[in-house]
């Protein structure tokens, strides 16, 4: 399997975990998650930042509770 495919599939888990677990409530806790989750070895390891896990965590809530909002 190649890293774009791998990339995909992450990302569609990620998003399912989302609109499972979050709800508008969790949004206030998102810069504590996020500073806990810079903190994990896997984060470490590629060297992400607290600016780009807090944007894409920003992108994913907004894409996941756009989608939720059309089933409405």
């Given at each position: 399997?190649?890293?774009?495919?791998?990339?995909?599939?992450?990302?569609?888990v990620?998003?399912?975990?989302?609109?499972?677990?979050?709800?508008?409530?969790?949004?206030?806790?998102?810069?504590?998650?996020?500073?806990?989750?810079?903190?994990?070895?896997?984060?470490?390891?590629?060297?992400?930042?607290n600016?780009e896990?807090?944007?894409?965590f920003?992108?994913?809530?907004?894409e996941?509770?756009?989608k939720?909002?059309?089933?409405?």
């Open positions: 399997m190649d890293e774009k495919r791998k990339g995909q599939i992450a990302l569609a990620l998003k399912i975990r989302l609109r499972q677990e979050t709800s508008i409530r969790d949004i206030a806790n998102i810069k504590r998650v996020i500073g806990n989750t810079i903190k994990d070895p896997e984060m470490i390891a590629i060297k992400a930042t600016q896990l807090l944007d894409i920003k992108i994913l809530i907004v996941v509770f756009q939720q909002m059309k089933n409405f």
